[in-house]
């Protein structure tokens, strides 16, 4: 099957609190979302990529495709005001829906090689596969500042990204979000609440961390200096 990556670019990063979106500050001479572009385009499993990015950025992204030759991005769509709007605006281009989906977050430059193949090899057996990592702090639930709940630590993990999916999954999730919108932060969760079958989770990697806070990127000089040694 023909296996597309969704790169979700097109967040505005209000966290972050810089003038710049995270995904294109610079780490070791090249944006987030370069290094990001870069493990996908390499990736001898991926055959195309769709790269969803602000509207209000394109003077960026249109200078990163000068300076690259990316011959695996085949669109470069404008996403939408929430991550889940943004995968809609790249399932719906999909025409193959005999194929397989990664969804993931630009700014996790860190995704390995390994992440990606074991994500699709579980795609063989189940149609939607999410990646995750075990939990180390206790999770708490809060409520107007109290405590409402402290799950199980061990049933616990922390999502991260490329999440696969047989393309169909994925377009009827987004089918149904049409009709039925709920809020979500990431696609499974679409999958889930809309009994669209079973989740299979593949472990991730503590390094696949998603850049959020402007702290952030002193981890990420430190884990670009660890990789490339
Ligand atoms: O906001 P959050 O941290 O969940 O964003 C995760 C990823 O989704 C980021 O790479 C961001 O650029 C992307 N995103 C998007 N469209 C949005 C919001 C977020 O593509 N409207």
Redesign the pocket.
């Known amino acids: 099957k023909r296996v597309y990556a969704f790169i ?5 990063s209000e966290r972050f609190g810089m003038d710049i ?1 995270k ?1 294109y500050v610079r780490i070791s001479g090249k944006t987030v979302l370069e290094h990001t572009l870069e493990v996908f385009e390499n990736n001898e499993f991926i055959d195309e990529i769709y790269l ?1 990015v ?1 509207p209000q950025h394109r003077d960026l992204v249109e200078e990163i495709m000068v300076r690259n030759f990316f011959k695996k991005v085949s669109k470069i769509l404008n ?5 889940q ?2 995968t809609k605006v790249a399932i719906s281009a999909l025409e193959d829906l005999d194929s397989y989906v990664l969804v993931h ?3 996790r430059p860190f995704v390995s090689h390994r992440i990606i193949n074991a994500v699709l090899d579980k795609l063989k057996e189940f149609e939607s596969v999410d990646v995750a990592i075990p939990a180390t702090d206790t999770i708490i639930k809060v409520s107007q500042n109290l405590i409402s709940e402290v799950p199980n630590r061990h049933e616990l993990m922390l999502g991260q990204t490329p999440q696969g999916f047989r393309a169909g999954v994925l377009k009827k999730a987004y089918e149904i979000f049409d009709r039925n919108p709920i809020a979500a ?1 990431d696609d499974c969760t679409l999958v889930l609440k809309y009994n669209l079958g079973r989740v299979y989770v593949v472990e991730g990697e503590r390094f696949n961390i ?1 850049i ?1 806070y402007p702290e952030d990127l002193y981890l990420v000089d430190k884990i670009f200096q660890v990789r490339t040694a």
């Open positions: 979700l670019a097109a967040g505005s979106p995904q969803i602000n996403g939408g005001k929430t991550r709007e943004s977050d630009a700014v932060t998603k959020t």
